[in-house]
């Protein structure tokens, strides 16, 4: 159990999939403009991660090994499919905001880095745990730089404006405000983590 | 006493050259430019130059004492960089633009690097873009000259990208400075004033200054007007940034080229792109993203026109 639960943590701090792994990164970079769109996104992408995950290390002794990257896509773009349909009856606005990044999640590269360096090669259980912690990282992760950029972009958090007579920077909203803030949160982990030892 | 004996390869040549004094010399030349500017838009604009360079100084003390590194901010490499975000803002516009700008221009442009030296972007554009891109609305609202208000004048550059440059302006009128911009490249006369004093002082050599004005003006006259070879060239060269990019901006030691042979290619370079800019882009001038973008190659040309060993093929 213990090491169920290293599994889960690790995906959070240790090798948290955008700030240590720098995995996935065009998500990132697309849609943490506001809070709930990167909830949204956080969330699509754990489910996806979760299942993929159950279903290769379920399956991972019949796969043969030369055909084993297409095996695992077609895993993902399954999920990735009922996550757009359900996406789109139930929240259709949310739909709309991530746009074309619901159904690229398939190319994710944490979804197939995890598919094939972690469940391909470890028990069901492990990959669960390793999915769940591996999807809560990215959506922290995706959740910390929007906030940041939806207050210094817009003015605003989850939607409220924050100060009033607040002039945002609008560069931040922008792709290059992305790279921003994800460059200097990058070189302050470092630093923490450059402290720590 | 000190008992360390220094050896050292010859030759052993003694300059009273040092960062400080460099930095000083630029910032002395940079004085007939502000002084004309402040002439020019009235007491708002010294009040931008001083705010700019005090937040300028005081950022790069604030990010030092909290790294705990040295603090340097008596080289004056601050005070400079601060100076030239001053030089590329307009006179009239919110206390806290100079202020925003002078601390990215340090923190992001410079210090996040390492510091004076390691930067590959000169710092003061680096400010200037991040405004640019963040409060488009503040850094395009230019102010009359000689009205010493808050009326607006468009840039000559602005009125030409809308093709609503009807009247002409006079070139006397464009040297002296006699046009909307920011506070310090209007008056091109100081800019030039400045220039041959830093030429004279060896502080900077005439290869990108001269192949920067060069290339913008052959590309402007070949291509800047409907039909080939009747553009306006003069007009190009003497509105926008241009003189303070090539002079000050383009010539900063830490993010150009080192070779004489380098420095031609980088600063045609940013002539090509700023002309580029000006006739086919979106914006009504390049300077700027012209330099930093040439800022980005100049590891690249340092590499491909290193001088040849002597003794060597």
Same mark, same amino acid.
């Given at each position: $159990?213990k090491?169920?639960?290293q599994?889960?943590?690790k995906g959070?701090?240790?090798?948290?999939?955008t700030f240590?792994?720098a +995995?996935?990164l065009?998500?990132t970079?697309?849609?943490s403009?506001?809070i709930?769109?990167?909830i =949204?996104?956080g969330?699509?992408?754990?489910?996806v991660i979760?299942f993929?995950?159950?279903?290769?290390?379920?399956?991972? &002794?019949?796969?043969?090994d030369?055909i084993?990257?297409?095996?695992?896509?077609?895993v993902?773009a399954?999920?990735?499919t009922?996550t757009?349909?359900? $996406?789109?009856?139930?929240?259709?606005p949310?739909?709309r905001a991530?746009?074309i990044?619901?159904p +690229?999640i398939v190319?994710?590269?944490?979804? +197939?880095g995890?598919?094939e360096?972690?469940?391909s090669?470890?028990s069901?259980?492990?990959s669960?745990? &390793?999915?769940v912690g591996? =999807?809560a990282g990215?959506?922290?992760?995706?959740?910390?730089?929007s906030?940041i950029r939806?207050?210094?972009g817009?003015g605003?958090?989850?939607g +409220?404006?924050v100060?009033? =007579?607040?002039?945002?920077?609008?560069?931040?909203?922008?792709?290059?405000?992305?790279?921003l803030?994800?460059?200097?949160?990058?070189?302050?982990?470092?630093?923490?983590?450059?402290k720590?030892? | 006493?000190d008992n360390?004996?220094?050896?050292?390869?010859s030759?052993?040549?003694?300059a009273?050259?040092s960062?400080?004094r460099?930095?000083?010399?630029?910032t002395?030349?940079l004085l007939p430019?502000g002084?004309?500017?402040v002439?020019?838009?009235?007491?708002?604009?010294l009040?931008?130059?001083?705010?700019?360079?005090?937040s300028?100084v005081?950022a790069?003390w604030?990010?030092?004492?909290a790294?705990?590194?040295?603090?340097?901010i008596c080289d004056?490499?601050?005070a400079?960089?601060?100076?030239?975000?001053?030089?590329?803002?307009?006179a009239?516009?919110?206390?806290?633009?100079?202020v925003?700008?002078?601390?990215?221009a340090i923190a992001?442009g410079?210090?996040?690097?390492g510091?004076?030296g390691?930067n590959i972007?000169n710092?003061?554009?680096?400010?200037?873009?991040?405004l640019?891109?963040s409060?488009p609305?503040?850094?395009?609202?230019f102010?009359?000259?000689?009205?010493y208000?808050a009326?607006?004048?468009?840039?000559?550059?602005a009125?030409?990208?809308?093709?609503?440059?009807?009247?002409?302006i006079s070139y006397l009128?464009?040297?002296m400075?006699?046009?909307?911009g920011?506070?310090?490249e209007v008056?091109v006369?100081a800019?030039?004033?400045?220039?041959?004093?830093?030429?004279?002082?060896?502080?900077?050599?005439?290869?990108?200054?001269?192949?920067y004005i060069?290339?913008?003006?052959?590309f402007c006259?070949?291509?800047?007007?409907?039909?080939p070879?009747?553009g306006d060239?003069?007009f190009?060269?003497?509105?926008?940034?241009?003189f303070?990019?090539?002079?000050?901006?383009?010539?900063d030691?830490?993010?150009s080229?080192?070779?004489g042979r380098?420095?031609?290619?980088?600063?045609?370079?940013?002539?090509l792109l700023t002309?580029i800019?000006?006739?086919?882009?979106?914006?009504p001038?390049?300077?700027?993203?012209a330099?930093l973008i040439m800022?980005?190659?100049a590891?690249?040309?340092?590499?491909?026109?290193?001088?040849r060993?002597y003794?060597?093929?």
């Amino acid at each position: $159990m213990k090491n169920l639960i290293q599994e889960f943590f690790k995906g959070i701090v240790k090798e948290n999939p955008t700030f240590v792994l720098a +995995l996935g990164l065009c998500p990132t970079l697309a849609v943490s403009i506001s809070i709930s769109n990167a909830i =949204g996104m956080g969330c699509a992408a754990t489910f996806v991660i979760l299942f993929s995950n159950i279903i290769i290390a379920s399956i991972k &002794d019949f796969i043969p090994d030369k055909i084993r990257i297409p095996c695992y896509i077609v895993v993902i773009a399954t999920f990735v499919t009922i996550t757009e349909l359900v $996406m789109k009856a139930y929240f259709p606005p949310l739909n709309r905001a991530l746009g074309i990044y619901v159904p +690229l999640i398939v190319v994710n590269c944490i979804v +197939l880095g995890r598919a094939e360096a972690f469940a391909s090669k470890n028990s069901v259980m492990a990959s669960l745990f &390793d999915g769940v912690g591996m =999807g809560a990282g990215f959506t922290l992760a995706l959740t910390l730089i929007s906030a940041i950029r939806e207050f210094l972009g817009a003015g605003k958090l989850c939607g +409220l404006t924050v100060i009033p =007579g607040f002039e945002p920077a609008l560069i931040i909203g922008m792709p290059s405000g992305a790279l921003l803030v994800i460059g200097l949160l990058l070189g302050f982990f470092n630093l923490l983590k450059e402290k720590a030892k | 006493m000190d008992n360390t004996l220094n050896i050292s390869a010859s030759p052993h040549l003694h300059a009273r050259e040092s960062t400080g004094r460099t930095m000083w010399l630029v910032t002395a030349a940079l004085l007939p430019a502000g002084i004309a500017g402040v002439c020019i838009f009235g007491p708002a604009a010294l009040k931008t130059i001083l705010i700019a360079v005090l937040s300028a100084v005081a950022a790069e003390w604030a990010i030092q004492a909290a790294m705990k590194k040295k603090v340097t901010i008596c080289d004056g490499s601050a005070a400079l960089t601060g100076l030239l975000l001053a030089y590329n803002l307009p006179a009239h516009c919110p206390f806290w633009i100079p202020v925003t700008g002078s601390f990215i221009a340090i923190a992001i442009g410079k210090q996040i690097f390492g510091g004076l030296g390691q930067n590959i972007f000169n710092p003061a554009l680096v400010g200037r873009v991040f405004l640019m891109a963040s409060w488009p609305q503040y850094m395009t609202t230019f102010s009359r000259a000689l009205s010493y208000d808050a009326v607006t004048q468009a840039t000559p550059l602005a009125l030409l990208k809308e093709n609503k440059l009807f009247d002409h302006i006079s070139y006397l009128g464009l040297f002296m400075g006699n046009r909307g911009g920011c506070i310090g490249e209007v008056c091109v006369a100081a800019l030039v004033i400045g220039g041959i004093f830093l030429l004279l002082r060896k502080i900077i050599t005439w290869h990108i200054p001269v192949s920067y004005i060069v290339t913008t003006g052959l590309f402007c006259w070949a291509f800047g007007a409907n039909t080939p070879f009747a553009g306006d060239w003069m007009f190009h060269l003497l509105s926008g940034g241009l003189f303070l990019g090539a002079i000050f901006m383009a010539t900063d030691y830490v993010s150009s080229p080192l070779t004489g042979r380098g420095q031609l290619i980088f600063g045609a370079g940013c002539g090509l792109l700023t002309a580029i800019i000006r006739i086919w882009g979106g914006y009504p001038e390049g300077v700027s993203y012209a330099i930093l973008i040439m800022n980005a190659a100049a590891p690249l040309i340092d590499r491909y026109t290193k001088n040849r060993i002597y003794g060597t093929k």
